[in-house]
């Protein structure tokens, strides 16, 4: 018997869980995957996007597909604004990686590749903040891993706090001219 199974990209609208049922007490009041499209059963988040991030999120019924995804070393790029005007050299230690806390154990990060946006047209207007509180930088970071929080914690450590993250591609997948909700359906 052959199974159909669903891929799906998302552009996860900052504010959702990358889940869709809670799992926890506390997180009643959430909003989840499920109320921006009406999903087959059965299906899951192929990894995870904080609640505070946004972007590219696959989804599929197929746990080989989100398996392979997850633990195969394929590239994740970000697009990231950070506090202030980041400096070559914080890009350069970014770059070679940086020692972050994971599971409260050091962990120094992965070599990665990460540069300078001075194009940030196709990424949706947002407001994060007001011009008055400083200036921002918007780099982009592509990992071949994936740690709890991990940009967040690579950009604070060289001195730039991420304001605003935003997934755009993952392996071949691409978030493209997608707006914040849509959902298309893809194949493996």
């Not at 669903?6 to 799992?23: E, M, V």
């Not at 591609?169 to 359906?185: A, F, T």
Request: aromatic share 10%; glycine share 8%.
């Amino acid at each position: 018997m052959v199974v159909e199974h669903f891929y799906f990209k998302l552009y996860k609208p900052y504010g959702y869980l990358s889940q869709f049922i809670y799992n926890q007490g506390q997180r009643k009041n959430k909003k989840l995957l499920g109320e921006l499209y009406q999903f087959p059963k059965g299906t899951m988040a192929v990894g995870r996007l904080d609640e505070k991030s946004e972007g590219l999120l696959l989804l599929t019924t197929d746990g080989k597909f989100s398996y392979d995804i997850t633990s195969s070393g394929i590239e994740k790029e970000y697009h990231v604004m950070v506090d202030g005007l980041i400096t070559e050299q914080a890009i350069a230690a970014l770059r070679r990686g940086v020692d972050i806390s994971v599971k409260q154990k050091n962990y120094i990060t992965k070599p990665c590749k990460v540069h300078l946006l001075n194009d940030t047209s196709h990424i949706f207007d947002r407001h994060v903040r007001d011009e008055r509180h400083g200036p921002t930088s918007w780099i982009s970071v592509t990992l071949t891993e994936g740690k709890f929080r991990q940009v967040r914690k690579m950009t604070a450590k060289v001195g730039y706090p991420t304001l605003r993250l935003v997934r755009v591609r993952i392996g071949n997948y691409s978030l493209g001219d997608m707006k914040p909700g849509e959902v298309q359906i893809v194949s493996r």
